[in-house]
């Protein structure tokens, strides 16, 4: 059975953003754990997304600055062509070092360094996509004792990231979009 | 971590960054440590290194691999006119100000393989701004800056390159000032003609002159608190008042000692003013 976690973290890439829409929408505005998603971009598309994704949330949406401490009742965005690392103090650190997996922002790097820091207080959340980065994160996110969910890959537009997910482990959580943020909305009154 | 070499230990960090710092003179110590533990994983994965202290005998037996290690440390990665916006502020707000000054020094600090630096020539030669300016480029690593002098890069690159030039608003197209050579392309030495390069570690240099204008994009990223604040201080000390600092976009120096000194010019394009 899930616990409340301290924060969430949701990687994904091709597919992903309308489920991510229809999570922000549905997401109470006294929603306090914070929520820090990893999504594929486009490189030069630098602006505008937060914006787009402010405009349905009723929690604030932003690209954190590096440096910037993680606060409850917030949505980060990882910004566009950088990696997302959080550290032991719970700050955000920027990096624009080399891709990973094709990806940058790489959604392993964020899951690698948020379940080094928060352990089983982590839940991660991994959804379509066209490539495997996130699998090992998510993986080694499960091993760290986080809670695990991996969306569905029968109902993902995009199989192929959340596969390579389930060919390394099995998470805690297989489900749909749906079930996804049900899941998310029971976890404020917990 | 998900390699094949088991995760570092942040013991073992303290280890290799002490043995790093007595038997180099490079203290890596303040750096961001969650970024620094990956690429440490990644050079222990990619040299097949299995503990650290078959590392801490190399790297002090071994001035190759120290080298390569530095150069691992230190992220290389860059691209011209990487934010195009940040250049474009650079060219219609920032230089219709300096550009009246009888000389105008720029610093890029850290500049890596030089792609910023070339962005810079590129800049000041269409607008017109050629008289008078001087530039000094600095970076911790020899190689880095060796690859700068050359203005070689790979052609796969170019395209990324010719992208932010469009959005930059550039005049011309960047084959116009590079020639190409199988893989990889030679820039313009014209474009370096004002520029010197030099060795300089922001950890444990001073400053060293003064100038109008200090650009120092995404290197601030890879310390920790307290050492961006050293080396915002180092930069607010290199700055002749009513002067301009311009860092990467998610940088800041909310949070520092420099923060009183400067006033916000562009809060999107991280520019500030010397008060």
Request: charged share 25%; net charge neutral.
């Amino acid at each position: 059975m899930i616990q409340k976690p301290e924060i969430i973290v949701i990687g994904g890439s091709a597919g992903s953003y309308s489920i991510v829409r229809k999570i922000l929408a549905s997401l109470p505005a006294n929603f306090s754990i914070p929520v820090v998603l990893v999504l594929h971009r486009l490189k030069e598309a630098r602006n505008g997304f937060d914006e787009s994704l402010n405009n349905i949330s009723k929690i604030k949406v932003t690209e954190p600055l590096d440096k910037q401490r993680i606060a409850a009742s917030q949505v980060y965005l990882s910004p566009a062509n950088y990696h997302l690392f959080i550290e032991k103090n719970k700050t955000f650190a920027l990096s624009i070092s080399e891709e990973e997996n094709y990806s940058r922002p790489a959604i392993d790097i964020t899951f690698d360094s948020a379940c080094d820091v928060y352990g089983e207080k982590l839940l991660s959340i991994l959804l379509s996509g066209a490539n495997g980065d996130g699998a090992a994160g998510i993986l080694n996110c499960h091993e760290k004792k986080a809670y695990t969910i991996v969306q569905d890959p029968a109902e993902a537009l995009f199989n192929i990231m959340p596969n390579a997910a389930l060919r390394l482990f099995s998470p805690h959580e297989l489900l749909t979009s749906d079930k996804i943020i049900e899941l998310l909305n029971t976890l404020n009154q917990k | 971590m998900s390699g094949k070499i088991a995760e570092i230990e942040e013991k073992d960090i303290k280890s290799i960054l002490d043995n790093v710092k007595l038997t180099r003179g490079v203290d890596f110590n303040d750096y961001a440590q969650s970024s620094l533990r990956r690429r440490i994983t990644r050079f222990f994965e990619i040299n097949r290194i299995f503990n650290v202290s078959e590392f801490n005998a190399k790297i002090r037996n071994d001035d190759k691999f120290a080298e390569f290690f530095i150069n691992e440390i230190t992220v290389n990665v860059t691209e011209m006119f990487r934010d195009p916006s940040f250049w474009v502020f650079l060219r219609d707000k920032v230089f219709p100000d300096l550009i009246k000054r009888p000389v105008l020094k720029i610093w890029h600090a850290a500049c890596s393989t030089g792609e910023e630096v070339y962005s810079m020539g590129i800049l000041l030669k269409e607008a017109g701004f050629q008289n008078n300016i001087r530039i000094i480029a600095t970076d911790l690593n020899q190689g880095a800056l060796d690859q700068a002098k050359t203005g070689i890069y790979k052609l796969n690159n170019q395209k990324l390159n010719q992208k932010n030039y469009e959005m930059f608003g550039g005049k011309s197209t960047l084959s116009e000032y590079y020639s190409k050579n199988n893989n990889e392309v030679t820039y313009d030495s014209n474009l370096i003609k004002n520029v010197k390069f030099q060795k300089h570690n922001l950890v444990s240099n001073n400053s060293f002159s003064v100038f109008d204008l200090i650009i120092c994009r995404n290197v601030l990223i890879y310390f920790n608190l307290g050492l961006q604040d050293r080396v915002l201080h180092l930069f607010n000390n290199s700055l002749t008042p009513e002067s301009y600092l311009g860092i990467g976009s998610k940088e800041s120096i909310d949070r520092t000692r420099a923060e009183k000194h400067f006033s916000t010019i562009s809060f999107d394009e991280k520019i500030y003013k010397k008060i």
